[in-house]
Nanobody
Framework: QVQLVESGGGLVQAGGSLRLSCAASGRTFSNYGMGWFRQAPGKEREFVAG????????YYADCVKGRFTISRDNAANTVSLQMNSLTPEDTAVYYCAATTHNYRTGTYEYDYWGQGTQVTVSS
């Protein structure tokens, strides 16, 4: 089992920045690819960003590419998502997730999920 706890969400104005963090516990963190997903009201959960086990490869949804940066610290068992130039369309609950694969983009390919943290971007 891997337990994931997100933090860092909140209310921000359009154009602003937020940094989300996810603390992992349980099994060896570096054995898991990590991802961030989000779900807006009335919409399906969607992939935002992913990072490989060692942190050498990162992957982004087109809608956040160039604005969001995913990173991980395997010594501290954390994964982060730096979000810049936020827009109201980024408003959603953001979830951290872990996969036994090196990286994946599908929600069904992730095995463990956090409880989510709300990000609200005002116009």
């Amino acid at each position: 089992q891997v337990q994931l706890v997100e933090s860092g969400g909140g209310l921000v104005q359009a154009g602003g920045s937020l940094r989300l963090s996810c603390a992992a516990s349980g099994r060896t963190f570096s054995n898991y690819g990590m991802g961030w997903f989000r779900q807006a009201p009335g919409k399906e959960r969607e992939f935002v960003a992913g990072i490989s086990r060692g942190g050498t490869s990162t992957y982004y949804a087109d809608c956040v590419k160039g604005r969001f940066t995913i990173s991980r610290d395997n010594a501290a068992n954390t994964v982060s998502l730096q979000m810049n130039s936020l827009t109201p369309e980024d408003t959603a609950v953001y979830y951290c997730a872990a996969t036994t694969h090196n990286y994946r983009t599908g929600t069904y390919e992730y095995d463990y999920w956090g409880q989510g943290t709300q990000v609200t971007v005002s116009s």
